[in-house]
């Protein structure tokens, strides 16, 4: 099936530790991004790239890092230096002639 | 820069009312607009969006979206309500700003339903 996979699902880490999300899309879309959800704020953009080994930070990029080597893959890592980063992560993605973004089943990650 | 509100934080409905949710928008040129639907722990999916045309739109689940230009407003309806409509609901603007596009969404909307 075509689709966006995130995982893992439900991932826990220590603090001062390094995290990496994984996103893997089969739709062919050039465009890709990573959204942060937390309760009452929506959802607001990390990360985002137009093409392969391109990526522009978004409006709370800072604590993140991200590579875009391959078109289907767009991995989040979440860095210790990342004050809050107990959150629900969803990655997206867009085919370059299209408007519409579509999303992934999303990450938890909580910090313990 | 685009701005999207979501008036309502939490709507309770009764099973089988009708529905209304409300969305506000700011951009300077015609957006594109887009209702989104996520159940707890989930991902969003597209219920419907707006790029151009007739101004009422229809989506899955038997929702529809009426666009008014002159009201900056996106409103989605549902003229019955299902006990599996209960979720929270996001309005969205896509836009092309500096070279890249972007959605900005509302904080959303969590619809209850009473039996």
């Known amino acids: 099936d075509g689709g966006i996979t995130q995982s893992p699902k439900y991932l826990f880490r220590k603090e001062g530790q390094n995290v990496t999300l994984s996103c893997e899309q089969n739709?062919?879309?050039?465009?890709m991004y990573w959204y942060r959800q937390d309760p009452g704020q929506g959802l607001r953009l990390i990360y985002y790239?137009?093409?392969?080994?391109?990526?522009q930070k978004g409006d709370i990029a800072e604590g993140y890092s991200v590579s875009r080597e391959k078109k289907e893959s767009f991995p989040l890592t979440v860095t210790s230096a990342q004050k809050n980063p107990t959150a629900f992560y969803l990655c997206?993605?867009?085919?370059?002639?299209?408007?519409?973004?579509?999303f992934g089943e999303g990450s938890w990650l909580t910090v313990v | 820069a685009q701005s999207v509100t979501q008036p309502d934080i939490h709507i309770t409905v009764s099973e089988g009312a009708s529905l209304e949710l409300r969305c506000n928008y700011s951009?300077?040129?015609?957006?594109?607009l887009f209702w989104y639907v996520q159940s707890p722990g989930q991902g969003l999916q597209l219920l419907l969006k707006?790029?151009?045309?007739?101004?009422l739109v229809q989506g899955i689940k038997g929702f529809e979206a009426e666009f008014k230009r002159s009201q900056s407003s996106f409103n989605l309806r549902k003229p019955s309500v299902h006990w599996s409509d209960a979720a929270e609901y996001f309005c969205?603007?896509?836009?092309?700003?500096?070279?890249?596009?972007?959605?900005?969404f509302g904080k959303g909307t969590k619809l209850s339903v009473i039996p």
């Open positions: 707006y790029f151009s045309g007739d101004t």
């Open positions: 997206a993605s867009r085919a370059d002639y299209g408007n519409t973004i579509y």
């Open positions: 790239s137009q093409i392969v080994n391109d990526f």
């Open positions: 951009y300077g040129a015609t957006p594109y």
């Open positions: 739709l062919n879309h050039d465009a």
């Open positions: 969205a603007v896509g836009a092309t700003g500096a070279g890249s596009y972007q959605l900005t």
